[in-house]
T-cell receptor, first 112, second 112 residues
Framework: AQSVAQPEDQVNVAEGNPLTVKCTYS??????LFWYVQYPNRGLQFLLK??????LVKGSYGFEAEFNKSQTSFHLKKPSALVSDSALYFC??????????FGQGTELSVKP | DSGVTQTPKHLITATGQRVTLRCSPR?????VYWYQQSLDQGLQFLIQ???????AKGNILERFSAQQFPDLHSELNLSSLELGDSALYFC???????????FGQGTRLTVV
């Protein structure tokens, strides 16, 4: 069965510093991987996806993610964090039937 | 704005009652997904419809049911409500199986 894991419940970063939110996956076959962000009392917003091709995927709001097949990871990164990046981040994998399976989420807190 | 519309935004009802949540997918999207988000369970997949047909079922209780109509909008029916059903219910839609899904703003259900 397809699954993703987000090993950190919370990540704390100072504004201006680089940030990484971790995700590992377990799939059979080629993975279709996604990152979403959720602001308080809002729906999930799509950030980026990996289907095939370059291992470094660029997405919205300056975020990027690095696909690493040997480590089965798909970490979300941003070179310089903003206070407004503080939110709940979800990694997801699409299964063979099409539905998204989400990790437990990581709360990102960026302090000034 | 994701293009996915959910109504109502908030719903407060008593235990034992029945409610219907409504979702209008993005124009052209054939797949509709329902998810439940609670504090202790994270984002749980409930059910998926594709062009009017049920495609996948997740951890959906027997008291819950859904359908997708010919105009592609979907409804999630929750009956014999219990306090534990209080949660955010999200609808998402997508065009193709490999692509990203777009989420509505959610319906916050409170059972009292």
């Amino acid at each position: 069965a397809q699954s993703v894991a987000q090993p950190e419940d919370q990540v704390n970063v100072a504004e201006g510093n680089p940030l990484t939110v971790k995700c590992t996956y377990s799939v059979s076959g080629n993975p279709y991987l996604f990152w979403y962000v959720q602001y308080p009392n809002r729906g999930l917003q799509f950030l980026l996806k990996y289907i095939t091709g370059d291992n470094l995927v660029k997405g919205s709001y300056g975020f990027e993610a690095e696909f690493n097949k040997s480590q089965t990871s798909f970490h979300l990164k941003k070179p310089s964090a903003l206070v407004s990046d503080s939110a709940l981040y979800f990694c997801a994998v699409r299964d063979g039937g099409g539905k998204l399976i989400f990790g437990q989420g990581t709360e990102l807190s960026v302090k000034p | 704005d994701s293009g996915v519309t959910q109504t109502p935004k908030h719903l407060i009802t008593a235990t034992g009652q029945r409610v219907t949540l409504r979702c209008s997918p993005r124009s052209g999207d054939l797949s509709v997904y329902w998810y439940q988000q609670s504090l202790d369970q994270g984002l749980q997949f409930l059910i998926q419809y594709y062009n009017g047909e049920e495609r996948a079922k997740g951890n959906i209780l027997e008291r819950f049911s859904a359908q997708q109509f010919p105009d592609l909008h979907s409804e999630l029916n929750l009956s014999s409500l219990e306090l534990g059903d209080s949660a955010l219910y999200f609808c998402a839609s997508s065009t193709i199986d490999k692509g990203e899904a777009f989420f509505g703003q959610g319906t916050r259900l409170t059972v009292v």
